[in-house]
Every structure is written in structure tokens, then in C-alpha cells.
Nanobody, 121 residues
Framework: QVQLVESGGGLVQAGGSLRLSCAASGRTFSITVMGWFRQAPGKERELVASINRNTGSSRYADSVKGRFTISRDNARNTVYLQMRNLKPEDTAVYYC??????????????WGQGTQVTVSS
């Protein structure tokens, strides 16, 4: 089993920045891709960004390209999401996710508990 623990959410004004962290523990050897989803009230959960732990290749939702950056520290089994120029529409619960033996984050095997990000206008 793998456990994912997020941190770094909070309240920020529009235009501000936040950095989310996700630390994985347990049987992390099987994880090949990690990333972040988000879910706003009344909306479906969407993939925000993902990163392949082996190649470092990353993907982003169009809505966050140029503003968010995902990175990883394999030695610490941690993934980060640096969010800049935040907008009120970025307000959501952000979930860390991980998948085993896949190149892309499609159907995560593991989920974090979620961390709230609120952007005020």
C-alpha cells in the first residue's frame, strides 16, 4: 500500500502564489507517475498536472499552463505543485494522486485526503 499526504493549501488573494506538497510513503517503488487533481463545488474532478517519476515528463491542464509547475524529488518521494498568478476559478480541493506501472496518470491507484485552496478576488 501507498499513503499520500498533502500539505500547503490555504487562502490567498488573486494573483498570489501557493505551493502544494505531496509526500508518498509505503510501497513507493511501484509508483511511476504522480500528480494533482482538483474538484470545485458542483464540478467534476479534473486533472491539473502530472509528472512521470522516471523521465520527469510533465503534463498540464490548459487552464493552468504557464501558471502552475509540477516537480518531483524522488529521494524524498515527494511531488510539488507551484501555483502562481492564482485566480478565483482555481478555488477547489486539490488531491494528490499516484499510479503504478503506467506512464501517465489515467486511473490513479492511490489518493491523498485533499487540501483546500481558496483564492479570493
Amino acid at each position: 500500500q501507498v499513503q499520500l499526504v498533502e500539505s500547503g493549501g490555504g487562502l490567498v488573494q488573486a494573483g498570489g502564489s501557493l505551493r502544494l506538497s505531496c509526500a508518498a510513503s509505503g510501497r513507493t517503488f511501484s509508483i511511476t507517475v504522480m500528480g494533482w487533481f482538483r474538484q470545485a463545488p458542483g464540478k467534476e474532478r479534473e486533472l491539473v498536472a502530472s509528472i512521470n517519476r522516471n523521465t520527469g515528463s510533465s503534463r498540464y491542464a490548459d487552464s493552468v499552463k504557464g501558471r502552475f509547475t509540477i516537480s518531483r524529488d524522488n529521494a524524498r518521494n515527494t511531488v510539488y505543485l507551484q501555483m502562481r498568478n492564482l485566480k478565483p476559478e482555481d478555488t477547489a480541493v486539490y488531491y494528490c494522486a499516484a499510479e503504478s506501472f503506467q506512464d501517465n496518470l489515467i486511473a490513479p491507484d492511490y489518493w491523498g485526503q485533499g487540501t483546500q485552496v481558496t483564492v479570493s478576488s
